[in-house]
Structures are given as C-alpha cells and as structure tokens.
C-alpha cells in the first residue's frame, strides 16, 4: 500500500490525526439525544401555565430536573462540538485558532455549570 501523501506532509509529519471520526460520532450522538430532550421539555412546557409556582412546581420533580440537566449538558457540550469544528475551518492563525477553541470550551462548560446550578438550586428549594 502506498502513502499518498505528499514528501513534505511525511516530513511535517501532517497528516491523519485519528480523532475525526470519534468527533463526528459524539456530535451526532449529542443531536439524536437532544431530539427527545427538547421535545419532552418542548411540550412540557407548553402545557404549563406560566406562572412562576407552577413553573418552580415543574423543575421540582426529581425526573424533570434530571431530564433538564441531561437536555443542558446535551445542548452545551454539542454546542462546543459544533464550535470546535467551524473555529477549525474559519480560522487560519493557529493561535487564535487554539484559544478561540480553549475558550468556546470554557465558555460552554461555565454557562452549563450555571444552568446546572440553577436546576438544582430549584430542585432543592434553596
């Protein structure tokens, strides 16, 4: 079998990285996931008044607020995926291109932590 990469890539070492696949698979993973997360919450919601009590009364339950912290890390941990990839195709500098992504992953992982917080904060009447 021959490389069929050029003599340049060899000697960068450029070449296959050997984690696009895996990625690509958490990605659509995350999207098939977050199908019936965001319908469940969709159509709970929906059939609620909205009021505040009531509202509170909702996340109160111990399966609802499980299902809303499964539906935040979903959304945000495919959010940095998705990300990931666009800040790897449409920014050429890898430096900014490095803390672009170190920073959408930041940024993703504190806006999760508060929702999180804030489930639980309701969930435990705090």
Same mark, same amino acid.
């Given at each position: 079998?021959? =490389?069929?990469?050029?003599?340049?890539?060899?000697?960068?070492?450029?070449?296959?990285?050997? =984690?696009?696949?895996?990625?690509?698979?958490?990605?659509?993973?995350? +999207? %098939?996931?977050?199908?019936?997360? &965001?319908?469940?919450?969709? #159509?709970?919601?929906?059939?609620?008044?909205? =009021?505040?009590?009531? %509202?509170?009364?909702?996340?109160?339950?111990? +399966?609802?607020? $499980?299902?809303?912290?499964?539906?935040?890390?979903?959304?945000?941990?495919?959010?940095? %995926?998705?990300?990931?990839?666009?800040?790897? =195709?449409?920014?050429?500098?890898?430096?900014?291109?490095? $803390?672009?992504?170190?920073?959408?992953? #930041?940024?993703?992982?504190?806006?999760?932590?508060?929702?999180? &917080?804030? &489930?639980?904060?309701?969930? %435990?009447?705090?």
């Amino acid at each position: 079998m021959s =490389d069929l990469r050029t003599p340049l890539s060899r000697v960068k070492g450029l070449g296959s990285a050997k =984690d696009g696949t895996s990625h690509f698979w958490h990605q659509r993973l995350t +999207a %098939l996931a977050l199908i019936p997360l &965001v319908l469940w919450f969709g #159509f709970g919601l929906a059939s609620l008044p909205s =009021d505040y009590e009531t %509202l509170t009364g909702f996340i109160q339950h111990p +399966a609802v607020a $499980v299902g809303l912290i499964l539906l935040i890390i979903m959304v945000f941990y495919h959010a940095q %995926l998705g990300l990931q990839i666009v800040l790897e =195709d449409y920014v050429s500098s890898h430096a900014k291109r490095t $803390v672009a992504i170190i920073l959408s992953g #930041f940024a993703c992982l504190v806006f999760a932590l508060i929702g999180i &917080v804030a &489930v639980l904060k309701i969930l %435990l009447g705090a």
